[in-house]
């Protein structure tokens, strides 16, 4: 059995039976019709066959079964009939939950939760990815093991079976619990590599913007047209896993774009908490460029997901750019013009065709903060109200007192500088 998340073998594809509850709706997700069908995406990404679909008539989950017993005969009975050898249920199941279907139905079952990590893990390319992968595997797998023979016996391949592997999950709970902590200590050596990297750019005032949106929007695809990156875009959810970030002209100045991980209605805390190191591109951005999927039908449900993850990770009051993609699909672009209006600053454009990339550089270049420039001050005693104001729109990076005032050097908005350019002179290095 392979001994990593990483070392996996290639199987035929599993048929996988689709269940949910048609009336189990959180605010702000989407109807569960079309949860299954982006579920059903999520099993083709991940190399399966949706044999089947089924929605129970329930305002909420049993807590024990998930479903009711009534609907466990009839699922069991599409199961024989489709010879499913996968059952995934749209949600998140309790310990207590997955036990007791694991028990009832005959087949293998995993939740929401479990496919996406597993696509996350088959989808992980660097060694950071790995990582976080890993931690959000063992933090998610840990209260489900409970030292039970059954839980470890799932793991003979399959989709959601692709873990960290048996010869660590057979270990005791504790050593579980050390791995956890020694990918956590790595994850934060990798966090404060990053912290220095973002220090750096501010010192050199190279703004940075972030890519983010719901997965498949095209935000690899916008990197690809607006930079020739290179970066594999498929038409599938996850295409992109791994952060990449490339050099962008906008008008007279220098600028990075970064893509990132795209978002997903109940996306795992575990990824989420996992990969914070990662989502901290987004944090400490100048600027969100929010890419969405103007064309699906469900858009606005998943512009609501994404604020709600950026909320999340602390990005409430950070600008963001709507971008809305793909008008190359659209039948009439007026059915994306309330959108537009209502989620303001706004864009229309196609990643594939490069329709609106003038009017998106335009704008993007609009809402990036002033660049600073240095220069040396002197300032009469008098001139302290002055001094507050440097010290309020920006940064005084050095301060002298003597008999006849102040001097030292401020980083100031090239407009602000301008006003009191009376007492400023030019700094040279």
């Given at each position: 059995m392979p001994d990593t998340i990483h070392e996996q073998v290639k199987q035929e594809a599993e048929k996988v039976?689709?269940?949910?509850?048609?009336n189990h709706r959180k605010p702000g997700e989407l109807d569960p019709a079309a949860s299954i069908r982006e579920l059903a995406g999520l099993v083709d990404t991940a190399g399966g066959?949706?044999?089947?679909?089924?929605?129970?008539?329930?305002?909420?989950?049993?807590?024990?079964?998930?479903?009711?017993?009534?609907?466990?005969?009839?699922?069991?009975?599409?199961?024989?009939?489709?010879?499913?050898?996968?059952?995934?249920?749209?949600?998140?199941?309790?310990?207590?939950?997955?036990?007791?279907?694991?028990?009832?139905?005959p087949c293998r079952v995993i939740d929401r939760t479990a496919l996406i990590l597993q696509i996350f893990a088959d989808r992980a390319v660097t060694s950071e990815g790995k990582l976080q992968v890993e931690l959000a595997q063992l933090s998610y797998m840990l209260?489900?093991?409970?030292?039970?023979?059954?839980?470890?016996?799932?793991?003979?391949?399959?989709?959601?079976?692709?873990?960290?592997?048996?010869?660590?999950?057979?270990?005791?709970?504790?050593?579980?619990r050390r791995r956890i902590g020694n990918l956590k200590a790595e994850i934060e050596e990798i966090r404060k590599q990053r912290t220095v990297n973002r220090d750096r750019r501010k010192k050199n005032q190279i703004p940075v913007?972030?890519?983010?949106?719901?997965?498949?929007?095209?935000?690899?695809?916008?990197?690809?047209?607006?930079?020739?990156?290179?970066?594999?875009?498929?038409?599938?959810?996850?295409?992109?896993l791994d952060p990449v970030?490339?050099?962008?002209r906008l008008g007279d100045r220098e600028a990075l774009l970064t893509d990132t991980v795209g978002f997903i209605q109940q996306l795992p805390h575990t990824l989420v908490t996992?990969?914070?190191?990662?989502l901290e591109e987004a944090l400490y951005a100048d600027l969100l460029i929010h890419v969405v999927d103007a064309a699906h039908d469900n858009l606005e449900e998943q512009i609501k997901t994404v604020h709600h993850v950026?909320?999340?990770?602390?990005?409430?009051?950070?600008?963001?750019?709507?971008?809305?993609?793909?008008?190359?699909?659209?039948?009439?672009?007026?059915?994306?013009?309330?959108?537009?209006?209502?989620?303001?600053?706004?864009?229309?454009?196609?990643?594939?065709?490069?329709?609106?990339?003038?009017?998106?550089?335009?704008a993007a270049a609009a809402l990036l903060p002033e660049p600073a420039v240095t220069r040396?001050?002197?300032?009469?005693?008098?001139?302290?109200?002055?001094?507050?104001?440097?010290?309020?729109?920006?940064?005084?990076?050095?301060?002298?007192?003597?008999?006849?005032?102040?001097?030292?050097?401020?980083?100031?908005?090239?407009?602000?500088?301008?006003?009191?350019r009376q007492y400023l002179s030019e700094y040279n290095e």
């Open positions: 039976l689709l269940l949910g509850l048609s066959q949706v044999v089947g679909s089924l929605m129970a008539n329930r305002d909420k989950p049993d807590p024990a079964h998930y479903f009711g017993k009534g609907k466990l005969e009839e699922i069991i009975g599409i199961i024989a009939e489709n010879e499913a050898d996968l059952a995934v249920i749209d949600d998140e199941l309790s310990v207590r939950q997955l036990n007791q279907l694991e028990e009832k139905l209260p489900r093991l409970a030292g039970k023979g059954k839980a470890l016996s799932r793991l003979g391949g399959g989709i959601g079976t692709r873990g960290p592997g048996e010869s660590r999950l057979e270990t005791d709970r504790r050593h579980i913007l972030a890519l983010v949106g719901y997965t498949n929007a095209g935000k690899s695809s916008l990197l690809n047209g607006l930079t020739d990156a290179g970066v594999k875009a498929e038409d599938k959810l996850f295409a992109t970030t490339r050099r962008l996992a990969f914070r190191a990662t950026l909320e999340d990770v602390g990005c409430r009051e950070k600008p963001v750019l709507h971008a809305f993609n793909k008008a190359d699909l659209l039948q009439d672009p007026l059915d994306v013009r309330r959108y537009l209006s209502d989620y303001q600053p706004a864009v229309l454009i196609s990643a594939k065709t490069g329709q609106g990339f003038d009017e998106l550089l335009e040396r001050f002197t300032l009469r005693q008098e001139d302290g109200g002055v001094l507050n104001r440097f010290y309020e729109m920006g940064s005084v990076l050095e301060v002298r007192y003597d008999e006849e005032g102040m001097s030292g050097l401020v980083s100031l908005p090239g407009r602000q500088a301008e006003l009191y």
